[in-house]
């Protein structure tokens, strides 16, 4: 079974909780995440099966984001399932500061991500060193705010809409407005309405994934795996070209600008990705001249 599964994560599973589940319910034991989410969060969790999990390094790692942050209350964990470190009034924010203070995360280039991340500190995760109540310091990351959207004001949760690079914690955006309006602020809810180019409507729940199994629909519900690098370019070989490209074999090509390729056979199928350089083109992944969708 090769293909996309878009998932809609219930809240408390964790993102390892989900593969572990499908991977009992498909029977399929290749089977890798798009990008983690937190156990609190729900929304769109893609999932790779099969041979498509060769493809989640080349992933695009834009994300969108429904988030309420908060206000007048900090913790350990930058939300609401952390241990309160602090807590403040509220009464005195007006709401036009809110907003200038949420908008303005519009201009933040960089991060330091939470103790709670699973980006690793000397060979070790930091959520793994927050665990056995150990803090360290952690070097700031680059990101990028696409949009941001107020969607409500209602003292003390405020709620926005995010478009982020990938690497965004959400729950830090919620302590910097907090920080910036001297109460504090952690992340109350996060739903993950888009990742890279699935969102919420290509998204099942795990009920109907039980449902599209037991009807035996569940390969219609799938999104081809080449979906992943759908923006490549692509070239179709000659028969023999196609098989020595199968076999290893770099291929000597006119027209491909450098850079990553997609390598078709001519039924359309993926048979593998290349790097095109200087008219060479070289194998870099090969799923076979039968290809895969």
């Not at 729950?171 to 910036?180: A, Q, Y």
Request: charged share 25%.
């Amino acid at each position: 079974m090769d293909g996309l599964l878009i998932l809609d994560k219930p809240a408390g599973w964790t993102s390892h909780d989900v593969v572990a589940k499908v991977r009992h319910l498909v029977k399929e034991r290749q089977i890798g995440h798009l990008g983690t989410l937190d156990p609190m969060a729900t929304g769109v969790l893609p999932l790779g099966l099969g041979a498509a999990t060769r493809l989640i390094e080349f992933a695009s790692h834009d994300k969108e984001y429904e988030a309420a942050c908060l206000l007048g209350q900090t913790t350990d964990s930058e939300d609401v399932t952390g241990k309160i470190l602090s807590e403040a009034s509220t009464d005195h924010l007006e709401e036009g500061a809110v907003r200038e203070q949420v908008l303005g995360l519009r201009r933040l280039t960089e991060q330091i991500p939470p103790m709670v991340s699973a980006i690793k500190k000397d060979g070790q995760k930091l959520y793994e060193l927050a665990r056995a109540g150990k803090s360290v310091d952690r070097e700031p990351r680059p990101i990028s705010i696409r949009e941001i959207e107020i969607l409500e004001v209602k003292l003390p949760l405020v709620t926005f809409r995010v478009a982020c690079s990938g690497g965004t914690y959400v729950r830090s955006l919620c302590r910097e407005v907090g920080e910036k309006l001297g109460v504090g602020g952690c992340l109350e809810s996060l739903r993950r309405t888009r990742s890279g180019a699935f969102s919420l409507p290509d998204a099942m729940t795990l009920d109907e994934l039980k449902k599209s199994l037991e009807e035996g629909t569940l390969s219609g519900r799938l999104k081809p795996a080449q979906s992943l690098i759908a923006d490549w370019p692509a070239f179709t070989p000659d028969e023999k070209s196609l098989e020595r490209f199968c076999q290893g074999q770099a291929l000597t090509v006119e027209g491909l600008a450098d850079g990553w390729v997609r390598v078709l056979n001519t039924g359309g199928l993926l048979v593998g990705v290349a790097q095109a350089k200087e008219g060479c083109l070289s194998p870099h992944k090969v799923f076979g001249l039968g290809g895969i969708a």
